[in-house]
């Protein structure tokens, strides 16, 4: 009874965590699957299979649909994307079959993993402190259930270049902040990596697998994009650029002759604070 007991408790304590102050399951909108195809169909200029254009196709795919939910949804309600509806919309606009899926896709599908953004401003924003108000913001959630699974797993993706390796933790949260000219993932939580692989990959062959506190984006006409990234591990706290070419291929820093790469790092580099809305831990 006691062992009953304390597993009914944690249940319920995992269910709260999930929420996380969006509200119970049943007030998810979840997002169908030819809705997160229309929006994936709106990414372009970019490999779609390459892991170092993930996390922009993954915010191209929320901010869009969090855009439509602005105009179509007067309740507001969180939106939930399944790990079965993104693969199969993923499938659908690659044109891939699932053998080829790269393994970032492929890792998320097999584990189940969910997404949650609440675009709620008043639940991300408590008070922009430096810099311009956001045009959309978003507390997102990235997490798997499931009896007998891992509370994480690792990765290796010996196909990009630099090649690279990842941990993600069972639960993933972070604010999705968007100025319209670049992005920013604030309070990163539940996230490792390091590339293993080019000079990157030197740097941190040193330091190891860091966790991600927070990185910033931007994309130039032709698709190429800067990304500044701020990794911890112990004591040691570094900012790196990296610019990622259309086909996925990260370098560090910016390149010669592309004064306007330079521009976008001189524009990630500008000071930015918002106080945050305190989540659930």
């Known amino acids: 009874m006691l062992r009953r007991t304390a597993v009914g408790t ?4 995992w269910a709260a965590l999930l929420a996380g102050g969006a509200g119970a399951r049943e007030d998810w909108r979840v997002v169908s699957r030819e809705e997160m195809l229309a929006a994936m169909r709106r990414s372009v200029g970019y490999e779609l299979a390459a892991t170092a254009n993930g996390p922009r196709l993954e915010a191209e795919v929320v901010l869009c649909l969090i855009a ?7 309740e507001r309600r969180p939106l939930f994307i399944g790990h079965r509806e993104w693969y199969e919309a993923y499938l659908e606009r690659t044109g891939l079959p699932p ?23 008043e639940r991300v924003v408590g008070e922009v402190l430096r810099g311009p108000s956001p045009l959309h913001v978003a507390n997102v959630r990235i997490w798997w259930e499931g009896a007998g699974k891992p509370d994480h797993y690792s990765f290796d993706d010996a196909l990009s270049e630099p090649k690279l390796r990842a941990t993600e933790s ?17 309070e990163v939580q539940g996230l490792r ?17 860091a966790t991600v506190v927070e990185s910033w984006s ?12 701020r990794g911890r ?3 040691f706290d570094r900012t790196e650029t990296v610019t990622v070419l259309p086909n996925g291929r990260g370098d560090r820093g910016v390149p010669p002759g592309r004064p306007d790469l330079v521009a976008l790092e001189e524009r990630l580099k500008e000071p930015l604070a918002i106080r945050f809305q305190p989540q659930a831990p």
């Open 99 to 121: 053998s080829r899926v790269p393994i970032y896709v492929r890792r998320a599908y097999e584990i189940g993993q969910e997404l949650l953004a609440d675009y709620r401003r």
């Open 233 to 235: 591990k112990w004591w």
């Open 218 to 229: 931007a994309a130039a006409p032709d698709g190429t994009q800067v990304l500044r990234g």
């Open 170 to 186: 069972q639960l993933i949260t972070y604010r999705l902040v968007d100025y319209g000219d670049r992005l920013w993932y604030a």
């Open 193 to 209: 990596g390091r590339p293993t692989s080019g000079a990157l990959g030197a740097l941190f062959a040193v330091i190891g697998e």
């Open 10 to 13: 944690l249940t319920v304590a």
């Open 68 to 74: 439509e939910a602005e105009k179509s949804d007067p």
